[in-house]
Nanobody, 122 residues
């Protein structure tokens, strides 16, 4: 599975952005998909994920209620709608895929996209 994240940009605090992750590969629907982010000088952290079996997405506490993740298996695409953005959301956002169940641990994901920059100004 190859992944490409896009949709990042510069937005003021309180604004919204929609990230997308396009995947290639016929087995996309059988991969869990996750979003992670990495702020300058910090480690990569879990943001959200959806299991390959479907069901509701799970979120980090820091984004719960503000971010919404969805997937469209017919289009091999996942989205991350980010509302009420805060300066602390500034980071490079990565999408990841794995044929297994989701995990909040970075090392648990097999495939990674190249990342897209999100900058939230105060």
């Amino acid at each position: 599975v190859q992944l490409q994240a896009f949709g990042g940009g510069l937005v003021q605090a309180g604004g919204s952005l929609r990230l997308s992750c396009a995947a290639s590969g016929r087995s996309f629907s059988r991969h869990s998909i996750g979003w992670f982010r990495q702020a300058p000088g910090k480690g990569r952290e879990f943001v959200a994920a959806i299991r390959w079996r479907g069901g509701q997405a799970v979120y980090a506490d820091s984004v719960k209620g503000r971010f919404t993740m969805s997937r469209d298996n017919a289009k091999n695409t996942v989205h991350l709608q980010m509302n009420s953005l805060k300066p602390e959301d500034t980071a490079v956002y990565y999408c990841a895929a794995d044929p297994g169940d989701y995990t909040r641990i970075v090392s648990g994901w097999n495939y990674w996209g190249q990342g897209t920059q999100v900058t939230v100004s105060s």
